[in-house]
């Protein structure tokens, strides 16, 4: 594994030390720098398994988000490069969005997305009332 996406893997376990909020939710240094934890965390990021990808993504990532920008650049960068499927779009907020309207927004987007993905497989239903 290249040496940059291999930092991205680790970024959140990284940033142990710089975050009181993830001490608090992970548990002391000595539970948490270990090689075991270490290879958790590679084998539950997403750009471990980046090149088995076949279905579409949409990410609607926050450029805010004090957890996740880099990261979703370099999936980003990764998924682009080796030609995947791949929606996103990027938004000034954190990571909890950006309010209202920002939230319907993400709702639309995402419903076009599946209907864009899985409108050839959808068939009509009855309509409402109909038996």
Not at 15 to 40: C, F, M, N
Not at 44 to 66: H, M
Not at 103 to 120: N, S
Request: net charge neutral; proline share 9%; glycine share 6%.
């Amino acid at each position: 594994m290249p040496k940059a996406m291999e930092e991205q893997i680790i970024d959140h376990y990284n940033r142990y030390d710089e975050s009181e909020r993830l001490k608090h939710d992970i548990g002391p240094p000595e539970q948490v720098r270990t090689q075991e934890v270490l290879a958790r965390y590679r084998a539950s990021s997403p750009i471990t398994y980046v090149e088995q990808l076949k279905a579409p993504r949409l990410i609607l990532p926050g450029r805010n988000d004090t957890r996740t920008p880099r990261p979703m650049e370099v999936y980003e960068q990764k998924l682009r490069l080796l030609g995947k499927p791949l929606e996103m779009h990027w938004y000034d907020a954190g990571h909890s969005g950006a309010g209202v309207e920002r939230d319907i927004q993400d709702c639309e987007i995402m419903l076009r997305f599946a209907y864009r993905v899985l409108g050839e497989h959808l068939t009509p239903g009855p309509s409402p009332g109909a038996r």
